[in-house]
């Protein structure tokens, strides 16, 4: 077991400011420095006030990279601790724990997962796994450009079909150009940068069709931020049978961007050609706290919660100043700001925030990702003076 002293010195709080801000400590430290009785609702209330304060003295407000602003759960630190016994081993355990326990979220067999160094190595090992070669891949634009980026990396055509009027992947164009050249097809839903959930059935049947002629990757990174009653994730198609790979990350809602974990899900002849690229597994601490961030229900409703109410703020606020925003499902907000980005950018620096860069051809449209609520009231109150 780690020691709380090891763990301030890790995290570079020193002792005195973590006295100070106990929600920064692992859930068995958070507790003890609380005193005893303290529930879990407690604790992230405690939490959500000492991440606000530390995420601004650390410096200008990360709403940029579509982070989670909250990180990983109380629980996953006390996991990532216990992971600390591990960290000389070559394939721990916990490698086995999490495939089965990823495999249990989202409701299929062990054997259709893979669990690799962040969502992107889905991306990167589907482009060597089927475009090595050349060939096509068909994707929307703008989009997360990894897929697109590997392709163009390995010689690949890849066709960026852009987005119709409503932001929505060009469905009917995407569909003429899978052919018999395609060797990838990418859909994101909800897609970055845009945040908007394309129409449920509408895509499911391109999904369907266009993997009878080639693998289509379905890309739900932000999959745990919509809530759009009914939404769907395409993991039944892979249960299917299905040509389709889905593609989730701990990134996002688990708040383990640096820790590089994600997850392919597939069927298992898929998973099998695709292990022939990945380089590793994530280390040791990432499998150990992704694994707890699956099981600490608590801490995902909590971050749900709270980004529904920053986005709130946020989407509130813009309509208040009568700009048009993409109906967000995600955790960031896309919004025609009517001026270049880089004005902004700049703006908003000066005022302790980063947010998001250009995603041309949307040159005029800006980025933010959501941080705390707190973080947000402070963002609205100078956002007028952006737009002005
Ligand atoms: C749509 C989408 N997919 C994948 C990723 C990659 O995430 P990671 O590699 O951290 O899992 C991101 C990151 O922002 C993203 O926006």
Redesign the pocket.
């Known amino acids: 077991m780690f020691s709380r002293r090891q763990w301030l010195r890790t995290t570079g709080l020193g002792l005195g400011a973590t006295v100070a801000l106990p929600g920064l400590l692992p859930a068995s430290e958070m507790s003890r420095v609380l005193g005893g009785g303290v529930s879990y609702a407690d604790m992230l209330a405690q939490m959500e006030r000492d991440v606000t304060a530390a995420r601004r003295a650390a410096g200008p407000i990360r709403l940029c990279?579509?982070e989670n602003p909250f990180g990983m759960s109380p629980k996953a630190k006390d996991a990532l601790m216990d992971g600390w016994a591990q960290h000389t081993w070559y394939m721990p355990p916990v490698r086995e724990t999490i495939r089965e326990t990823f495999a249990k979220h989202v409701g299929v067999p062990a054997d259709h997962v893979l669990v690799t160094q962040?969502?992107?190595?889905v991306?990167s090992i589907l482009a060597m796994a089927y475009s090595m070669e050349g060939g096509e891949i068909v994707a929307p634009w703008p989009?997360?450009e990894?897929l697109p980026r590997w392709g163009e990396t390995l010689r690949a055509t890849v066709h960026k079909v852009p987005l119709d009027a409503n932001l929505d992947h060009d469905l009917v164009r995407m569909r003429e150009l899978v052919g018999a050249r395609t060797k990838l097809v990418f859909v994101?839903n909800p897609?970055?940068p845009t945040s908007n959930l394309a129409d449920g059935p509408s895509l499911r049947r391109f999904v369907s069709e266009a993997a009878t002629r080639a693998p289509v990757i379905v890309?739900e990174?932000?999959y745990d931020f919509v809530d759009t009653p009914g939404h769907r994730s395409m993991v039944d198609l892979v249960l299917a049978g299905e040509n389709v790979i889905v593609?989730r990350?701990?990134?996002?809602l688990f708040g383990l961007?640096g820790l590089?974990?994600?997850f392919a899900v597939a069927r298992p002849d898929i998973i099998e050609r695709l292990r022939q690229y990945i380089t590793g597994d994530p280390n040791v601490f990432g499998l150990h706290a992704a694994n707890a961030a699956l099981l600490d229900t608590d801490y995902q409703a909590f971050v749900q919660a709270k980004n529904r109410e920053g986005r709130a703020l946020l989407l509130d606020a813009l309509a208040r100043l009568g700009r048009r925003a993409a109906p967000s499902q995600t955790n960031f907000v896309f919004f025609e700001a009517g001026r270049p980005v880089e004005r902004l950018q700049q703006y908003f620096l000066e005022r302790g925030f980063l947010i998001g860069r250009a995603f041309p051809p949307y040159a005029d449209w800006a980025r933010v990702s959501i941080g705390t609520p707190e973080e947000m009231r402070q963002f609205v109150d100078v956002l007028p003076g952006a737009l002005a």
Do not use: Q
Not at 118 to 121: A, D, N, V
């Open positions: 990279f579509n962040g969502s992107s190595e991306l989009t997360f990894d994101c897609n970055n890309d990174a932000y593609s990350t701990a990134s996002k961007a590089r974990c994600g």
